[in-house]
C-alpha cells in the first residue's frame, strides 16, 4: 500500500484564522515532506523531516509551521497566511532517511484558499 | 546547482499513436531522475526512476524512459497513447551530493490524448 492521505482536501481561512493540515501514512516511511504547490507550476519543497525531526526548511515564513508527532504523522500549521499563500499543499513520504534514489509518495493534496 | 528542463508546456497525441514527453537535466555527477504524474486536483503519482543500470526504465501504467548521458536527457514514452494519459507530467532530478539534497521539478508537460 503506497498510500499518504491528507486531511482536509479543502480549506478556506481568513487572514486572522488558525488552521491545521493533516497527513498520514502508514507505509512506515521515515522521512516526510511539505510541498506547495501553485497553479501551473510544479510542487516547491518547503519541508523535510527526517525519523520525526526537522532535517530541511526552505526558508519558509514563519506563518507556516510544521509538526511531526510520530512517524506516521505530519502536521502543518497556518496563522496569519496572506491571500498568495494560496495553494495546493502536497505531502509526501519516502522511507528511509529521505535517500536521494528513494521514492517519494505523494497524497492528493489540500486546496488551500486564503480569503 | 540541479535543474531540469522539461521544453514543451502542451504535447497534443492521437489515441493509439506513441508519446514522448521531453526532459533534459543539468547535475554534477551522475542523476537520479524521476517521473511523476498528475491528474488534475490529485497529487502527484510516481510512474519511474532511473537509479543506475539500464538505461530503459519502464513504469507504471506502459510508461517507459531512456536515460541519454551524453545528450543529458531522460524522455518520457508510451508505444500507443490512451485519452486516460491525458494529465499533467513532471520531470524530477537529485543530485547526488552528501546530504538530503531537495527533490528538484520541471516545470510540467501537459499531455493531451485526442480520441
Redesign the interface.
Known amino acids: 500500500d503506497?498510500e499518504?492521505t491528507?486531511t482536509p482536501k479543502h480549506l478556506v481561512m481568513g487572514m486572522t484564522n488558525k488552521k491545521s493540515l493533516k497527513c498520514e501514512q502508514h507505509m512506515g516511511h521515515r522521512a516526510m515532506y511539505w510541498y506547495k504547490q501553485k497553479a501551473?507550476?510544479?510542487?516547491e519543497?518547503m519541508f523535510?523531516y527526517?525519523y520525526e525531526k526537522l532535517?530541511?526548511n526552505?526558508s519558509v515564513p514563519s506563518r507556516f509551521s510544521p509538526e511531526c508527532p510520530n512517524s506516521s504523522l505530519l502536521n502543518l500549521h497556518l496563522h496569519a497566511l496572506q491571500p498568495e499563500d494560496s495553494a495546493l499543499y502536497?505531502c509526501?513520504s519516502s522511507p528511509s532517511?529521505?535517500l536521494?534514489?528513494e521514492?517519494?509518495?505523494?497524497?492528493?493534496?489540500t486546496?488551500l484558499l486564503v480569503l | 546547482a540541479q535543474s531540469v528542463a522539461q521544453p514543451e508546456d502542451q504535447v497534443n497525441v492521437a489515441e493509439g499513436n506513441p508519446l514522448t514527453v521531453k526532459c533534459t537535466y543539468s547535475v554534477s555527477g551522475n542523476p537520479y531522475l524521476f517521473w511523476y504524474v498528475q491528474y488534475p486536483n490529485r497529487g502527484l503519482q510516481f510512474l519511474l526512476k532511473y537509479i543506475t543500470g539500464d538505461n530503459l526504465v519502464k513504469g507504471s501504467y506502459g510508461f517507459e524512459a531512456e536515460f541519454n548521458k551524453s545528450q543529458t536527457s531522460f524522455h518520457l514514452k508510451k508505444p500507443s497513447a490512451l485519452v486516460s494519459d491525458s494529465a499533467l507530467y513532471f520531470c524530477a532530478v537529485r543530485e547526488p551530493l552528501s546530504g538530503n539534497t531537495p527533490l528538484v521539478f520541471g516545470k510540467g508537460t501537459r499531455l493531451s490524448v485526442i480520441a
Open positions: 503506497t499518504v491528507q501551473k507550476k510544479p510542487p519543497l523535510v527526517s532535517s530541511i526552505e502536497l509526501a532517511r529521505g536521494i534514489q521514492t517519494q509518495y505523494f497524497g492528493p493534496g486546496r
